[in-house]
C-alpha cells in the first residue's frame, strides 16, 4: 500500500512533539501504523455500506416491485447502472462534508494555542514558525482525514463499479468486431481510467485545500466570533471559484466535444489528453489554495515574532 502511505503525513510528523502532544488525542492518530490500519478498516466499512445498498434496493425490486409477468429481462443491469448514478451524485453532495470537516479541523490548531499562551512557550523555543504551521497543518489532516478517506474508498469502488458496468454494458448489447470499434472500446476504458483517477482523488485534493484554507484563519482570527464568520465566507468564496471553475471547465469541454466529434480519430486520441489536462487544472486549483493558504499562516507567525 505504497499509495496509500503517499496520502499519509509522513511517518517522521509522530517524532515531533508539537505535533504529538495534539494528535494523540485522535483516535485513529495517536500513531502512522493505527492511522494506516485505520484506512484499510474504513475501505470494509464502506463496501458494506454500498453492497449492502445495492442488494436491499435490489431484493425489493426484485420480489415487491416487479411481477412475475412484467420483469424485464435486463432489469439487473439498468437497476445497477441507475444505482451508479445515484450513488456517484450523493458522492459528489457528500464532498460539502469534506468541505466542513476540512476547515473546521484546521480552525482552532493555532488559535487555541495563542489564546491559551502556549504560543509564548512555543516562541521561546527554537522552533520556527514555518515548522509549526507545517506541524498544525499534519494535526489538522489528521483531523478531517476520517471523512475524506471514507470518501475517497467510496468514489475508488464506484469507480471499479462504473467500469464493470461499462464491460457489463458491452457484453450485453455486442462490442463490434472491426478495428475501430476495439480501438474505441480501448479509448473509452482509458477516458474512463483517467476520470476515475481524478474522481477518487479530488477529495483529497480537496481536503488539503479546507485545512490550509483553516489553518490560515486559525493564524489571522483569535476571536470566538471571529473564527466561525471568517470561515463561513472563505468557505462561499471557495465555492464560488470553485463554481467558476467548473462552468468554464464545462464550456471548454463543451467547444472541445464538438471540435472533437467532428473527427472519430480526434475522439479517440485527444479525449484522454483532454481529461488528464482537465485533472492538472482541478489539482491546481486545489493546490494553489494550499500554498497561499499556508504561505500566508506562516506570514501571520512572523509577525507574532516581531
Known amino acids: ?12 510528523q509522530w517524532d515531533n512533539p508539537l505535533f ?12 502512522w501504523g493505527r492511522m494506516h490500519d485505520g484506512t484499510l478498516y474504513w475501505a470494509l466499512h464502506v463496501a458494506l455500506l454500498i453492497f449492502g445498498t445495492w442488494l436491499v434496493f435490489m431484493l425489493f425490486l426484485r420480489y415487491v416491485a416487479y411481477s412475475a409477468n412484467s420483469f424485464p429481462q435486463t432489469w439487473l443491469l439498468v437497476y445497477s447502472q441507475n444505482f451508479w448514478v445515484a450513488a456517484t451524485g450523493a458522492s459528489l453532495l457528500t464532498s460539502l462534508v469534506v468541505d466542513f470537516r476540512g476547515i473546521t479541523a484546521g ?3 493555532i488559535s487555541e494555542e ?9 516562541r521561546l523555543t527554537s ?35 462504473g467500469l464493470v458496468l461499462i464491460a457489463w454494458q458491452w457484453f450485453t448489447t455486442g462490442v ?3 478495428v475501430f470499434d476495439l480501438l474505441y472500446a480501448g479509448a473509452a476504458l482509458v477516458v474512463g481510467t483517467c476520470g476515475a483517477v481524478v474522481f477518487v482523488l479530488e477529495p483529497y485534493w480537496r481536503m488539503k485545500a479546507l485545512t490550509a484554507l483553516g489553518v490560515a484563519i486559525s493564524a489571522r482570527a ?19 471559484l470553485e463554481l467558476v471553475l467548473i462552468v468554464t471547465l464545462a464550456l471548454l469541454f463543451s467547444t472541445a466535444s464538438l471540435w472533437m466529434l467532428a473527427s472519430q480519430l480526434a475522439v479517440l486520441v485527444c479525449m484522454p489528453v483532454v481529461i488528464a489536462g482537465f485533472g492538472a487544472v482541478i489539482y491546481g486549483f486545489y493546490s494553489g489554495i494550499q500554498h497561499a493558504s499556508l504561505r500566508h ?9 516581531r
Open 1 to 12: 500500500m505504497n499509495l496509500l502511505a503517499r496520502l499519509l503525513p509522513p511517518r517522521r
Open 20 to 31: 504529538r502532544s495534539q494528535v494523540r488525542l485522535i483516535k485513529w492518530g495517536d500513531s
Open 107 to 109: 480552525m482552532p490548531v
Open 114 to 122: 495563542i489564546v491559551s499562551g502556549r504560543y509564548e512557550l512555543i
Open 127 to 161: 522552533i520556527s514558525p514555518v515548522d509549526v504551521i507545517v506541524a498544525k497543518y499534519a494535526v489538522a489532516r489528521v483531523r478531517a482525514w476520517r471523512t475524506t478517506a471514507r470518501l475517497m474508498w467510496a468514489r475508488a469502488l464506484l469507480a471499479v463499479f
Open 176 to 178: 463490434g468486431s472491426t
Open 222 to 240: 483569535l476571536s470566538g466570533v471571529s473564527a466561525p464568520l471568517a470561515s463561513g465566507l472563505a468557505l462561499l468564496a471557495f465555492w464560488w
Open 297 to 305: 499562516a506562516a506570514f501571520r507567525l512572523a509577525l507574532l515574532e
